[in-house]
């Protein structure tokens, strides 16, 4: 079965890090863009971060400069090290990745893991 499994979820201060994990694991031939997003009450669930299998990132707007998203290829891993974390910020993070069996490409989602920036 594939499963994408998270961590490194919790409570931190503002100005504080949490860094993030994801790994993907099943019968899958590789993994193509893996992928955060974010969803915070009462709003609709958006893309906070994504890196293609070539090492290419992509970062909304609001965490530019703040965030970072890396992968290791060999362990079929994605991270997010989040820094001088805000309020803002304060979400449930899903973990999403492509991954491709013998002919298709299927998406896949991670159970969701709780972030919460406060004093």
């Known amino acids: 079965q594939v499963q994408l499994v998270e961590s490194g979820g919790g409570l931190v201060q503002p100005g504080g890090s949490l860094r993030l994990s994801c790994a993907a694991s099943?019968?899958?031939?590789?993994?193509?863009?893996m992928a955060w997003y974010r969803q915070a009450p009462g709003k609709q669930r958006e893309l906070v971060a994504s890196?293609?299998?070539?090492?290419?990132?992509n970062y909304a707007d609001s965490v530019k400069g703040r965030f970072t998203i890396s992968r290791d290829n060999a362990q079929n891993t994605v991270y997010l090290q989040m820094n001088m974390l805000t309020p803002e910020d304060t979400a449930v993070y899903y973990c999403?990745?492509?991954?491709?069996?013998?002919?298709?490409?299927?998406?896949?989602w991670g159970q969701g893991t709780q972030v919460t920036v406060s004093s």
């Open positions: 099943g019968n899958i031939f590789s993994f193509y863009t």
């Open positions: 890196i293609r299998s070539s090492g290419s990132t």
């Open positions: 999403n990745a492509d991954g491709r069996s013998i002919g298709a490409i299927r998406n896949y």
